[in-house]
């Protein structure tokens, strides 16, 4: 008992001996226990405290995230409005006629413009000065041809072809129309003869297309329109002359799919004519 008192432990007496612990080293005890719950405590607030920083920063990014997805909405709708009134101001342009207010469409955006009143008569003398030009290059061709045979007639004269035109004026048009295409290959190359037969392609693809549109869908753009057009007479025979909601919006999807097919079944041909040479 006296070395329990002393803070010892005899020798041999074990676990049933307790040291007694003085009044000093209790409050050393307690004092380090309240400093450990101090620093814990502390420790505890610090990490609130990050996490509180935490979540102000999640909120304030998810705040600035909306308010940018706003701005973005805001503009893309105001863009789409503006999209729409240009569209139906664009699609819808008033032109005031002598018979009347009509309504058109036009592309002004592009920075193309509508066909208006005198324009027939521009197309008109366009037309007449450059027939007139092709006129005199034509008659200056067969002078030309037939002065000098050699430059314009050569593989002829030399045998590689085997047709030689007449030594007339007009006489390269039978000869033209009896042209090969495996002797334009052996004479001329196959580049050569590749050109000549693109624009037989381009001329049979125009004459496809272009006299049905002018026969059948020009005049009934020009009778069943509703005369949109007002005084521009060179739309008479185009969309232009077509009113909004006429019954002729059925018909040009099916011109337009037509045109696709001619053009695309042409096409393919010619490939698969031009794959065999």
């Known amino acids: 008992a006296a070395a329990a008192a002393a803070g010892e432990c005899p020798a041999g007496t074990g676990a049933s001996c307790v040291p007694a612990v003085s009044e000093v080293e209790e409050f050393e005890v307690r004092l380090m226990q309240e400093r450990i719950q101090i620093v814990q405590e502390r420790m505890s607030g610090h990490d609130k405290l990050q996490q509180q920083q935490q979540q102000q920063q999640q909120q304030h ?81 067969g002078y030309l041809r037939t002065s000098y045979p050699i430059m314009y007639a050569h593989n002829s004269i030399l045998g590689l072809v085997a047709f030689m035109p007449d030594e007339t ?53 020009c009778a069943f329109g ?22 002729l919006y059925w018909v040009h999807p099916f011109v337009t799919w037509g045109v696709v097919l001619v053009v695309t079944c042409n096409l393919y041909d010619a490939q698969r004519k031009f794959l065999v040479h």
């Not at 999209?83 to 955006?109: D, I, N, Q």
């Not at 590749?194 to 001329?203: D, H, R």
């Open 169 to 221: 004026f007009w006489g390269w048009v039978p000869a033209s129309m009896e042209y090969k295409l495996e002797e334009a290959i052996e004479s001329i190359g196959l580049d050569n003869a590749m050109m000549i037969e693109y624009f037989n392609l381009m001329t049979k693809i125009f004459l496809t297309i272009g006299v049905p549109m002018f026969c059948i869908i020009g005049p009934m753009n």
């Open 61 to 141: 990014q998810q705040h600035q995230q909306y308010q940018q997805h706003q701005q973005f909405h805001a503009s893309a709708r105001e863009v789409a409005s503006q999209k729409a009134a240009s569209h139906a101001v664009l699609s819808r342009e008033t032109v005031t006629a002598a018979s009347g207010t009509t309504t058109t469409t036009t592309e002004s955006v592009t920075g193309l413009t509508l066909n208006g009143a005198g324009d027939l008569v521009t197309f008109i003398t366009s037309v007449v000065t450059y027939g007139f030009g092709a006129l005199v290059l034509v008659f200056i061709f």
């Open 226 to 247: 509703g005369f949109a057009a007002g005084e521009d007479h060179l739309s008479y025979f185009s969309f232009g002359n077509v009113e909004f909601g006429s019954w």
